[in-house]
């Protein structure tokens, strides 16, 4: 039987199940998927104080706090070893931490944000830094101490403790406990890329699990180091790193059914705006993010940040999608090989669809659709609602798949640069990071999430969160979308009054 | 060497492996594949007493009872948790089913029908409720406190205890062992949907082991949720979900030898009558779990069921064939790709043959023949008796091939849907499904396995389970079917009476 | 580093690597493939006294004992459990063996051969009998205690203790010492089918060890019941049966080194005489079981044996190869696909080659080469010196490919039909097995192993054991031969005198 | 994340990481990959104490010790046995040492050199002779005590310890910890053959670990005991033997992020001058294990040595690329099929770049650039800055990418055979292996590792490691080079003075 998500043929079924109100890891986080920034990305390890203080203050200036943005996570390479004398636990680095940890969280906490901390469930850190195991419980203790609110867990030195589901999740575990045992709301991040089927035993541990080696900022470049692919790239004893948004997509598909409130498929930090990448490429990206229901962690410079990029991570209507209450991925319909080759020597063109929670207030669950152009050439791309449907009834017998669909175009309503420009420019400005700056003076149009959770948004069909431009496809119908080369059209569909809709049993 | 269904060469030895009476699994159960009805394909969570009691009295009414369809299965989402203060003992759902599960087995019971329970060896069940894990003795007491005749065991949450036999054969083992241990006969139905090779572990412990991810009502539409198919797709780490039937027989090729009385592989519930297939691919869909032996639960809504699904579920001389006293599956005998791709990219032919118990009192088992078209076209089929009996002397050596055979057409006789619509009719009209109606006063014509077992009605050459639709095909001849796109054709294979049939030796 | 018999590019390492004396299982057996027969392939469960020393009598009568098939190898289904009032010993089925298995034994004893056992390290043997997993000691006693020289131990419910090297083998150690506990030297044959990598660890357990699932008498049709094929053979968790001849030599190829003095990779009991392959077919098969020091098992009816069949296993030169002293495999040297596809829809063409004990007194071992033709007809095949020797140096390099050589065909002097023919008659004209007819008496040309050993027959040039028809093959030159469709060519190779051999450095 | 050494964007970080110190296992060796030579791919078993002296001297002789080859490494079938008496210690085989083993590392110890010992984790080596499993804390000690520098620690008969990680790392752990506590510092060489991923375990327990079978003497010819190749050649539960360069070098393109000072991936011995290659694919050969950083360990007959074979074993340049202080892999960028099929069947190319420490003093690191030809015919090969930057920022968008760089041909300036030719005579000439002469003496213009390490001489641009051929290649543009069938160009890029380079933030 498949996991609880995949109820599919009872629309009404969902309410059921979460009347149980299972969330798998017991400690009431990440009812949708994470968001944050996080450093690795794009500074490696070059880690201080001065760079997640002026990084938070950004984020609260430009509004991605007020878009849900709330963890500021220190990656690896923070430590200079343990503390022989005072229980063995880490000690910070002095020279980029001057103040200590507790006072970064301190300050953090006050912008209205949470401190995200890195550890490793091995003798060292993938960055030869001190490691957590065997030390789970007291660096659980200094985290909390700390005021320490996520806690991202890494894989590298494990000493043997893995290759079998039982080795990887008793190491994995261990942590855990520790982390709840503090009494402190952590929210734990495995980070064991995808080794060991973390899907099938993360979500009563953890509140998210990556499922492959690490992203880079590439649409489909293939690099020996992320060697598994195709249609086994599932069981990947070798994750790697250097893995392309689309390689990292593929191995989502197959496993989409296991994200769930309070743990997620983490398909890895956004590469948006590291560079690399076209404006159509970091569309597609953050929208195949956001579908999957992976934590949506920020990997760039925003510091430096480009306006055409913070408009593609300031979409409310694509992180609606993401942060949707049904917390149910979407899952892949189709995927073709095409004749259009691209530089790195692929062609394909996919289609996604998944559920969302109901804005109209029927029946019906609203649905997302996705369509990514891995060609070279801009492509005519179509989506049925037989295809859209399949999960409700193949071959065009779902009930949906016979009713008429309002479709909603959710990168129409994009952010100019102009504006993500002057919001950039606004901030700069002040002079004073500290300054009393934020989205909500600047950006009067834009959703703020702190005062209304996207979940009563939806609710209140924001059009900030629902987009306002609308066409309608029939019964039984297609939507068609022209898209760049490796770019993406995203769509959310609504249920339109119908008084025909034949019965299930009619068909 | 192979299992012991798998003695080829020496027909006559069959009898002498059945003298030691090994049941790998001690409980008397499931000598032939197990026959019933669970509400998951068709429901999901949305179970209630209502729905099984309405559906019993159907299956009653309907004659499927008497057909041999047993077991009425709640599957998944009907309790609210353990009652810390009577030994956490499990809390059936009070608003699903008021009266509590004793009253439902009780009234299954009454109607002469098994109750199947769900549970699941993890943490929690698929759905989200609680598991078994941890729990096996109190749990198999209060299944058999209620009257449980039967329970399907899950595997989701199973917190690391999986990826090697070991950890999935121990973990399966203790219910089956809790379940021994109540006294109770209570046929054991493992759902570890084929991982770690439950077909080498399950008989000792199980009466079933599924082989594969869930089933889709699809005939053979590929899903990134179902990865594992081709050749090597018996080592499926990822099982998933969504799985053709065309997927699952696939990999039902590779294990066939595993299946023997007292332990099936289980090819999971059937889909027809859930209205995405055509009625030949609903045909080849029963006809392949027929052969396979697999478990035939039946998985539609039986309140809405079209003549046309009841006319194939009813079809006796298939479920003779599963209920065959040999107990041993057919074998794929060859598959070839086609030219004929259909709507899923798919195109190939495949013929599987297997021995059934003798019904001519002769030394040679009677044979069944199945010829699957996975084209999209209309396809004439052939199967060669060197083909058909290769098992018993490769390249026409076998004695069997060397002979005439008489050949039942298993679906000739199938029930016209006039009758089947008489029959729900019939059942309806009552207004009352406690009523006195049943098969056997109304399906005057049909078979009834109440009353004479399929072993006694083979051996009693009943036309009802033999067919009466004959032809002949002679020595080192050929079977030519035209068969329908997505159908099949069977057939039971005879010996004729021969007095030149040459020997081995002089071949 | 590999493993001892690979120490390829100097030749004159062979003798100091057996001053050693390792004999990995300690019992001093098996110091070359073992031999005998088997009643499996042909018989199945039908096994019985009278069926064992029929068989007995005509190896003694045909001279196949003085050709060396010592073994005469009862196999499954041959007790009816266990006798709880003594020590929970094995019982023998007293309707197949009245006068129990200790007179069997002496019988066999008596006729100079040895008795061979069979049991399972599982619950079951694969037929449904009491298997000896958790009463290693106990049968082993009992085996001891009944004379037996040889144990065939399967791998059937195995009650998970499968799936990793370290799970196989502790079971499999457990019999080993139990065995050796005994006092009693007895052969130890692994019959896991290859899981878990036996050629890792079983030759400081056992005797031999099956590389593959069980052998079916077909040259190379595929059957999904065998699912492992192609260059990823070796990893092969589904074993399964009904596995070719061609698709065992396959799996064979990548484990070659592993065969040893003492410890064998097991190719599965000969299918010659069985019936379904071409007389080419079987000459290939014994072929390649000879040159991957296989076991050599017959798996016939003695009792019908085709003259042509006897001569096939009667040949000596081909057994000499098998027999060698210098106990190495040979290996592959390459496969090529080709266009003459045949009924199974294969066609490839392969050579082996591997070293042998020099015949010539000489610094340069002999040399097997083995060609095998997969078309579909009559090809062309040829060996260059540079391939046949490339294990002591690529591309030419080695300093035997520098040499001439003396080519023998080994299978020309194949023994005639006719005086097949006549062994088989003149000993059915004795009416009487038990008389003192034997193979020195008849076969008068015939070699006779037991009164010479191999060893000492190939010291001592014997040309029943070289074989006499002779061609000679210059330095970097071919070896040509014109191969049956299926069939194959074998030769000995043996070192011409030159006086003008460049050296190693001159090259 | 990935490991500490693919900290990719900032170039500035590497120093950060070092700040750490972290050497994953303790004992303060192979900070740079070891360098020796080993007797095993020339002489197998054939070992004793004058092939060990002779060969030492001879290191001496021709300047090989004054370029890094420090270690002379005896391989197996040195001992005979344990000597019950004296605590199971080993005991050195007497005839072919028949002072023992002490003496031979005294005689080594006085010519510089490290002495390298031989023992396997299981019952036996891989020759038969005794193993070290369950003998760890005495061999340790034993080889402590005669002096040695040096363990390879092979993998046969490992009694089932193998199979996953925990058990291979546990076994190789235990003589990791035994030799540590002999307080003398032993250079830890794992040769488990790349089984159950060391790169992942083994840098916290040894200085190196095999990722691969056995080379052979071979470019890139298949062989069937080397299965494992391809795009899954990570994934080998079967190492074998007989692999080709090209085959071990496709394995470490996957794992080249694992190479760290103090930890390597050993691609093992080098067949340089075993006389099976070309000169241009002896040439590659020695590239391809310079820039992947394996340990570079002599396989040849030194006394024997061809001038052409000394030459490529002497060129400092490429040698300098391998002991580079930075201790980075270079990666592969790419790999293409082509057309030109050699005789093996193959046709390839491929370009790897990587990391070298700044020899211009500069912010940006230099970096080594490689052309591998697998064609059959000459070709013009092309590496574009994009691709070799990729790391610093794909497609083009590295800074690096955007500068000039001085182009140094690393292989322009080898020595001729002619200078070779003389100091092979020269040392010949002696007569007395032991007389005073060495490189110092008579390649006066060679460099001395001994008197300079590569780190100074690099910090100091000694053109005898940075060549002294340059071109120059603009930003953004291609290094063109013609490559020799089989062969490798081999490039050195250093950074040139630029005015104008873009920022990251302005492309």
């Known amino acids: 039987m498949v996991s609880f998500k995949e109820v599919s043929f009872v629309a009404a079924v969902t309410a059921a199940l979460f009347s149980i109100g299972v969330n798998a890891v017991d400690n009431g986080l990440a009812i949708t998927p994470q968001m944050g920034w996080d450093n690795w990305n794009a500074f490696g390890c070059d880690v201080s104080e001065e760079l997640l203080l002026q990084t938070a203050q950004l984020i609260v200036d430009y509004g991605l706090k007020d878009l849900g943005y709330h963890y500021v996570i220190l990656d690896d390479c923070w430590s200079v070893g343990r503390n022989a004398s005072n229980n063995n636990s880490l000690i910070a680095d002095p020279e980029k931490f001057p103040r200590g940890m507790a006072a970064v969280a301190d300050n953090l906490h006050a912008l209205g944000l949470g401190f995200g901390m890195y550890s490793d469930a091995g003798k060292y850190t993938c960055g030869g830094y001190a490691g957590s195991l065997g030390y789970e419980t007291v660096d659980a203790n200094t985290f909390a101490g700390w005021g320490v609110d996520y806690l991202k867990y890494d894989n590298c030195f494990n000493e043997g403790y893995a290759g079998n589901q039982q080795l990887s999740s008793a190491r994995y575990r261990t942590m855990g406990n520790a982390l709840n045992a503090t009494g402190r709301p952590i929210l734990y991040s495995l980070c064991n890329w995808g080794e060991d089927y973390p899907w099938n035993w993360g979500s009563t541990i953890a509140n998210s699990w990556r499922i492959s080696g690490d992203v880079f900022d590439s649409f489909d ?287």
């Open 221 to 507: 470049m293939a690099d020996a180091r992320c060697p598994c692919d195709g249609p086994d790239a599932w069981n990947c004893g070798l994750p790697g790193f250097h893995c392309s948004v689309t390689n990292i997509m593929n191995k989502a598909s197959f496993i989409v059914s296991k994200a769930q409130p309070g743990g997620w498929n983490d398909l890895d930090m956004l590469e948006v705006g590291n560079g690399a990448m076209t404006d159509a490429e970091y569309v597609a990206h953050f929208s195949m993010w956001a579908v999957a229901k992976s934590p949506l962690i920020m990997g760039n410079d925003i510091r430096t940040i480009a306006p055409a990029d913070l408009a593609i991570l300031s979409n409310t209507a694509v992180i609606a999608v993401n942060q949707d209450p049904s917390g149910s991925s979407a899952a892949r319909r189709w995927i073709y090989n095409t004749n259009g080759t691209d530089a790195n020597g692929r062609a394909s063109i996919q289609m996604w669809s998944g559920n969302l929670a109901s804005t109209t207030g029927g029946t019906y669950s609203d649905m997302v659709v996705l369509l990514v152009n891995g060609n070279d050439a801009t492509t005519v791309m179509n989506a049925t609602l037989a295809n859209i449907f399949v999960d409700s009834g193949p071959v065009g017998t779902a009930p949906q798949a016979q009713m008429s669909w309002e479709v909603r175009d959710l990168w129409a309503n994009r952010m100019s640069s102009d504006e993500a420009a002057s919001i950039i420019a606004a901030s700069s400005a002040t002079g004073n990071a500290t300054a009393g700056y934020n989205a909500t003076t600047v950006g009067s149009g834009r959703y703020n999430s702190t005062a209304m959770s996207y979940k009563e948004g939806l609710a209140a069909n924001s059009t900030l969160l629902l987009g306002n431009v609308t066409t309608t496809v029939q019964a039984l119908g297609t939507i068609t979308a022209t898209v760049d080369p490796h770019g993406a059209a995203l769509f959310r569909l609504r249920a339109l009054p119908t008084g025909s809709l034949r019965k299930r049993d009619e068909l």
